[in-house]
């Protein structure tokens, strides 16, 4: 699985660990100067492929703007693979029912998301024209496209199988995405949380095709409802709803950051990769991210 890439062994093999007194011993022989001097590769490009990354930007054309547009979109990529794989290790632990350890990357994943909407604002510059100049040399190419932000999506609950027919060519990437539609979500997890707790959650919802996409249950707005009346500072479970809550808040804000990004540049055109453009981002805007987390609160 991809998401544990961050950990194989190749990335970090060929960086000698240094331990704080080899440290200390270094700069008390150098007085405190850097080191300049070393036996192979800088050993922050062995760790960080810096030299790599700085290759994956090929622009298709000479506009300058265009190089603006690419990279951006590069670094939500690595923010979309970053998100997911912390949101990972939380749902790993509320299976095991470590309900106060998913908090951490619960509110790492709401901070890396909130970065990830800050990557917009490198984008407010362009205008229809400045777009328009590069355009056409994308094809059919479109975000709508990303395998990544279609495995963050699958992850937080919005499931649409039919969104992974773009990729039965890629085999890898099209049975990753299938094995993601056939294991729960993170909020199927929750709701499971809720059931282990001693909620009253319905056996049609916890025994429901996870392939297809949750609807909203009265009854697990009643869990939250009754949750978050319980004030005690112990109350792991009315935490775990708000760093949920921000997750899908600011997940929320992305996907209305891009809707107008795609006014400012396109108007309503038809989108690179054949969708209705606007039109359709505006309607995916209903599907709720943790949608009783938000209905609960008229309750409340």
């Known amino acids: 699985m991809e998401q544990m890439e961050l950990r194989s062994p190749t990335l970090t093999s060929a960086v000698r660990p240094v331990t704080p007194q080899q440290r200390a011993a270094k700069a008390a022989h150098t007085g405190g100067k850097p080191t300049l001097e070393f036996a192979g590769r800088v050993p922050y490009d062995v760790y960080t492929h810096a030299s790599t990354l700085h290759q994956l930007q090929q622009p298709l054309s000479d506009d300058p703007g265009e190089m603006s547009f690419l990279m951006v979109t590069q670094i939500m990529e690595l923010y979309f693979g970053l998100t997911r794989y912390e949101l990972l290790q939380a749902q790993a632990m509320i299976r095991a029912d470590q309900v106060w350890d998913a908090l951490a990357p619960l509110r790492r994943a709401g901070l890396h ?76 997890d929750v ?25 909203t249950h009265p009854q697990i707005e009643s869990a939250w409802v009754a949750i978050y009346a319980d004030n005690a500072p112990d109350n792991h479970l009315r935490m775990l709803g708000e760093a949920l809550t921000e997750v899908a808040d600011q997940f929320g804000e992305w996907r209305w950051q891009h809707v107008k990004a795609v006014q400012r540049t396109m108007g309503a055109k038809v989108g690179s990769g054949g969708s209705a453009g606007l039109a359709w981002l505006q309607r995916s805007m209903a599907r709720v991210v943790f949608p009783e987390l938000w209905s609960a609160r008229t309750s409340m």
Do not use: C, K
């Open 113 to 188: 998301l909130e970065a990830l909407n800050a990557a917009w604002r490198g984008l407010r510059w362009m205008t229809p024209a400045d777009f328009n100049r590069f355009r056409d040399l994308l094809g059919e190419a479109s975000g709508f496209q990303s395998a990544m932000y279609r495995q963050l999506e699958f992850l937080l609950g919005l499931r649409d199988p039919a969104l992974i027919r773009p990729f039965r060519r890629h085999p890898d990437v099209y049975d990753e995405l299938r094995e993601t539609l056939a294991v729960p979500s993170l909020w199927d």
């Open 191 to 215: 709701v499971a949380l809720l059931a282990r707790h001693g909620f009253d959650v319905p056996a049609e919802v916890l025994d429901r095709d996870v392939s297809v996409e949750h609807e």
